[in-house]
């Protein structure tokens, strides 16, 4: 019998696991919020994973369930811990990866270089975090971000007023230092149940309008001392946390070679798409090896320099399919992946990755296969 | 709408094009012989090919059909056909695949170096091709061999009593000079309907017991003369049988650095596994770029050496699921790809797929990640 594993979700990071579960002979089951999703393939159920029901009846069947994002309530994470499911990454993990003011307050306690940071329950604090930090900072909303949603730059209390307002009784807003970063990267690490854990090479991350744009694995002209503290931080995070599956650690790296940590994300991540065509092994392949508590894989980079690309959006004219046969048609070393999802304006619909030994070069074919799409 | 490429027949083949539909966004539909075959994930259909009414229902939703083997017989090929549908490859392609006399045939209409053969109908025709090649020749049953079934050596006319006896009125079986070869090779290329076509470069294969046991891409201490020759061959073939999709091959080398061709397989091949994760595309991915008509990619290897080992049988004791978590416990470079089959002593259950710069070490790592298949 094939071990079979439980994706709750069925965006495109459920899809991706269904290639490398193919090979792996894993049997992937994917609890796809509706019909015709992107992980549709492999949707075994279409259900509420706010509903304990639903995901109970869907667990059932499953060794070990992991995800396709992080909003699964804790207490269905946790009702299923009782259960004796084999959940992968735990609620004790996941929390910090769905609540900011939980993460900073943890990653404070394992003494992880992060932005100065307090929590702030109305206008009058912020007020006094800005007069402490120069008059400016960021506003996030703690839970249910994501693209830069739920995240503001503030020159004054009252620039969050809407949000204070909409904060229940008893919570608080996350207010950060606006880091003046010189780019910003990421560091992945994959750790097993057991504690093995293996990372991937820093890359840097591009970001447009709040959104991961662009990829270069590894981050260019990076120390190897820069290389080796991101590695550490990824590390001490996965086992500070008890991380298991794929770990995404957001940083920003400021003029003074100093590494800061932004966010984490607990499965696989649009900074690791790189690696399904960059690395040995890919972060879908390494995620179910890790939650399905296999031996994990090499991380090492198959090419001096991969570059990925998103593609967001929809064609303004031709269809979807016409756009990646002529990006196809010119650009033939571009690795095309495509989500499976209807084209809306600022959508990730896609990616691009392209792989060679100059980054250059990778880069502009990259983008030529991409800009097919704009 | 996704384009909808249809597959007849469900094994390992019609499996490995899962991974790379659902990153091309095709959208696969595979007609599977039985339940629970290796193309499961993608069956929509269960039914027997030789039965029209089976094959002109599955093909009634789809774009366009290909295939995971060579037994689909002609009268339905042309049904479909005839029916307006894209089949590709088509059956006058298929044919040469399908039928060694044909392809015999064929190929000497096209000047394409192969061994001295002759159709034979008796003990006495086949005495006579011996008498004429030094007493020894290569019997082989035109149609239906694989793996070496229906290919045998003989030193008289009537050491192929049996399958003279079993021939249908008018048949005949294909006698072949024993080639002297130094190596087995095999060459692919993949050409769309409007004729595009790309190579890969020529690999070595190593059989036993008849079956494909190791590949080596590309082929070691090939000449560029050699190398050159080979894809003249390849594009040759493709060209002048007019073959849509994958094709495969197969040559021998003599030790007067001549190349004769074996036989040919229309469809990825054994000895094209090693792309999967050795070449910017995939065997399984270029299969279905050609035969959906869309822009051919990049076949250039990923690392100067890739080694493909076929893992055979059943595990004596252990469960297959253990046995492949020990190799990737031992090897971590090592790509597994299984094939979702119940084990059985002989059968072809998976492969492995080392890449690397020392061709020494990637064989070393690839025979020592499988052995724990022996
Ligand atoms: N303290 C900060 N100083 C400067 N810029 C920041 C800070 N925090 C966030 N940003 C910017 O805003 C972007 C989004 O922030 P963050 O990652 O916290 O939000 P998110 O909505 O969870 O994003 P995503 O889901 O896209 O990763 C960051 O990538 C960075 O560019
Ligand atoms: N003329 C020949 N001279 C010497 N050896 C031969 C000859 N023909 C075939 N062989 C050997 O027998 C093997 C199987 O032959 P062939 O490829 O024709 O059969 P098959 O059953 O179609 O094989 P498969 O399906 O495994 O490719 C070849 O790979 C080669 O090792
Ligand atoms: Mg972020
Ligand atoms: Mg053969």
Known sequence: M??????????????MMIAPAVELGLDLRVLAEDEG????????AVGDYHDLDVVRAFVKDVDVVTFDHEHVPQDILRALVADG????PGPDALQFAQDKLLMRARLAELGVPQPEWAPVRDATELQAFLDDHGGRAVVKTPRGGYDGKGVRVVRSGTDAADWFQALADGDALLVEELVGFVRELAQQVARRPGGQAVA???VETVQRDGVCAEVLAPAPQASERLVQLAEEIGRSIADGLGVTGMLAVELFETDDERILVNELAMRPHNSGHWSQDGAVTGQFE????????????DTTPRAPWSVMINILGGPQDGSLGDRFAAAMAGYPTAKIHTYGKAPRPGRKVGHVNVSGADLDDA??????AAAHFD
């Open 200 to 202: 991937y090479p820093v």
């Open 2 to 15: 094939a071990l079979r594993v439980g994706v709750i979700g069925g965006g495109q990071l459920a899809r």
């Open 363 to 368: 880069v502009y074919v990259a983008r030529a």
């Open 37 to 44: 999703m992107s992980a549709g393939l492999a949707a075994t």
């Open 286 to 297: 390494q995620h179910l090896r890790a939650v399905a508590d296999l031996p994990l894989g």
């Open 85 to 88: 499911v084999a959940v992968h």
